[in-house]
T-cell receptor, first 118, second 112 residues
Framework: AQTVTQSQPEMSVQEAETVTLSCTYD???????LFWYKQPPSRQMILVIR??????QNATENRFSVNFQKAAKSFSLKISDSQLGDTAMYFC???????????????FGQGTRLTINP | NAGVTQTPKFQVLKTGQSMTLQCAQD?????MSWYRQDPGMGLRLIHY???????DQGEVPNGYNVSRSTTEDFPLRLLSAAPSQTSVYFC???????????FGSGTRLTVV
């Protein structure tokens, strides 16, 4: 079975600081994708960043980057120059499948509540 | 482009009542799925569909039914609501061969 674990239920940092959210996963699959989703108070699920397991290079999206350690099954999210608008729940998620099928299911971690303080 | 539309946004049910949560997407996505979100547990898959006429169970299917008669719609039916079904429900869709899901805005359901 595929599992995703986020060990930090809550985190809090000052505006402009850098923060790293942790995520570990367990799978025997070879072809999989990892995601970080942001859920602000509006409840909307917003894709922040994704990483293909076959790519060695870590994904980056502006102030968001990941540290993907495949052997350790670790997938952390780094937010640089944090902003008040980054305050949200962050979910790590995992999906797998052959390339032609694409993602049929997502498995989520428990979430990390991140607060950016002014 | 509306994306994934869920209705209603809020609902209160009495124990034993039935209802249908609606989900529609206008992106011609083959895959659709329903998740429930409970505090401290993330999102868990209820049912999913890989195309019209094809559905399958996820991690927590008991008490819920689905059908997919068209590509666009994927309703979730609660047969006899129970307080344990109090949750936030999300519908999501994706293209076959793509690894990105688009989520609806969610339905907050309270069963009293």
């Amino acid at each position: 079975a595929q599992t995703v674990t986020q060990s930090q239920p809550e985190m809090s940092v000052q505006e402009a600081e850098t923060v790293t959210l942790s995520c570990t996963y367990d799978t025997s699959e070879n072809n999989y994708y990892l995601f970080w989703y942001k859920q602000p108070p509006s409840r909307q699920m917003i894709l922040v960043i994704r990483q293909e397991a076959y790519k060695q290079q870590n994904a980056t999206e502006n102030r968001f980057s990941v540290n993907f350690q495949k052997a350790a099954k670790s997938f952390s999210l780094k937010i640089s120059d944090s902003q008040l608008g980054d305050t949200a729940m962050y979910f790590c998620a995992f999906t797998w499948g052959v390339l032609i099928q694409g993602a049929q299911k997502l498995v989520f971690g428990q979430g990390t509540r991140l607060t950016i303080n002014p | 482009n509306a994306g994934v539309t869920q209705t209603p946004k809020f609902q209160v049910l009495k124990t034993g009542q039935s209802m249908t949560l609606q989900c529609a997407q206008d992106m011609n996505h083959e895959y659709m799925s329903w998740y429930r979100q409970d505090p401290g547990m993330g999102l868990r898959l209820i049912h999913y569909s890989v195309g019209a006429g094809i559905t399958d169970q996820g991690e927590v299917p008991n008490g819920y039914n689905v059908s997919r008669s068209t590509t666009e719609d994927f309703p979730l039916r609660l047969l006899s609501a129970a307080p344990s079904q109090t949750s936030v429900y999300f519908c999501a869709s994706s293209h076959r061969g793509n690894y990105g899901y688009t989520f609806g805005s969610g339905t907050r359901l309270t069963v009293v």
